[in-house]
């Protein structure tokens, strides 16, 4: 298996910190909710979010405005940036998919810059206007993303994904 420069970093900092699988765990309402939870509302671009989603989510990011690539847009894969004149940045996120199962909205994502990785972040609806952060993790292997929101949720209920530190989003 290979594991991605910033997976790799992850591991070595929990490593270091004590931090075993045992300690990564998505909460238990999460965990219960999503075995049973019927998936719905996929989106494949940004702009199918809700806004308030978006907001959330680039809260998530310490971004003032969300800024992150639609599936198959381009992205900044490396941390090695060359920009020509009038060039505008490219995002360092791309979304792969983003979908709803029970009262929660999972944004699935791959990221560049030092090691690419692809993470899974989920949030909670308060209401119609408003999403709370619950829980992220990070795929072992990026090379390896799952190709369906079915796919993503087992990994969450199975404990597949890496949740060790929560500086990966």
């Known amino acids: 298996m290979r594991y991605s420069g910033r997976a790799v970093a992850v591991m070595a900092i929990a490593a270091a910190m004590g931090a075993t699988r045992a300690d990564a765990r998505a909460p238990a309402a999460l965990v219960r909710e999503l075995a049973q939870a019927p998936i719905s509302d996929v989106?494949?671009?940004?702009?199918?979010?809700?806004?308030?989603?978006?907001?959330?989510?680039?809260?998530?990011?310490?971004?003032?405005?969300?800024?992150?690539?639609?599936?198959?847009?381009?992205?900044?894969?490396?941390?090695?940036?060359?920009?020509?004149?009038?060039?505008?940045?490219?995002?360092?996120?791309r979304l792969l998919f983003a979908f709803r199962a029970g009262t929660y909205h999972i944004v699935y994502y791959e990221m560049g810059g030092y090691g690419q990785s692809v993470s899974a972040v989920v949030f909670a609806a308060r209401?119609?206007?408003?999403?709370?952060?619950?829980?992220?993790?990070?795929?072992?292997?990026?090379?390896?993303?799952?190709?369906?929101?079915?796919?993503?949720?087992?990994r969450i209920v199975r404990n597949e994904l890496m949740d060790h530190l929560p500086f990966i989003w």
């Open 43 to 93: 989106s494949t671009r940004v702009a199918q979010l809700p806004s308030s989603l978006q907001a959330s989510l680039a809260k998530a990011f310490r971004q003032r405005q969300l800024y992150i690539a639609d599936v198959g847009q381009p992205y900044q894969i490396t941390d090695f940036v060359i920009l020509r004149p009038g060039q505008r940045e490219l995002p360092f996120c």
């Open 127 to 154: 209401d119609s206007r408003s999403y709370r952060f619950v829980w992220g993790g990070i795929e072992r292997d990026y090379e390896r993303p799952a190709k369906t929101p079915a796919a993503v949720v087992r």
